[in-house]
Nanobody, 115 residues
Framework: VQLVESGGGLVQSGGSLRLSCAAS????????MGWYRQAPGKERELVAR????????NYADSVKGRFTISRDNAKNTMYLQMNSLKPEDTAVYFC?????????WGQGTQVTVSS
């Protein structure tokens, strides 16, 4: 049972990044999934979530209109397209089921947005 995040990096304000989440060991295609982030000194928060079939998508107000969550069940992979990035988006980004399972928390991927 594993989730592996990738695609983070250092980007300038206004730039874009695409995060990926590769799932294994559980039935990804029937799982609601989410992207979460944790900034230094702050609690982990839900950024976006997606239904098992990918039809229903919800976003935190802070990222609405800038981030897009998607998934490819044939590839057991979920994505987060992040556009118009802001310094306040700087955080470690994690993927997990929604609601999250403790056993599925991975290392995350660092996103740093410079001003």
């Amino acid at each position: 049972v594993q989730l592996v995040e990738s695609g983070g990096g250092l980007v300038q304000s206004g730039g874009s990044l695409r995060l990926s989440c590769a799932a294994s060991g559980f039935t990804f295609s029937t799982s609601r999934m989410g992207w979460y982030r944790q900034a230094p000194g702050k609690e982990r928060e839900l950024v976006a979530r997606i239904s098992s079939g990918g039809i229903i998508r919800n976003y935190a107000d802070s990222v609405k209109g800038r981030f897009t969550i998607s998934r490819d069940n044939a590839k057991n992979t979920m994505y987060l397209q992040m556009n118009s990035l802001k310094p306040e988006d700087t955080a470690v980004y994690f993927c997990n089921r929604h609601p999250p399972l403790i056993v599925l928390w991975g290392q995350g991927t660092q996103v740093t947005v410079s001003s």
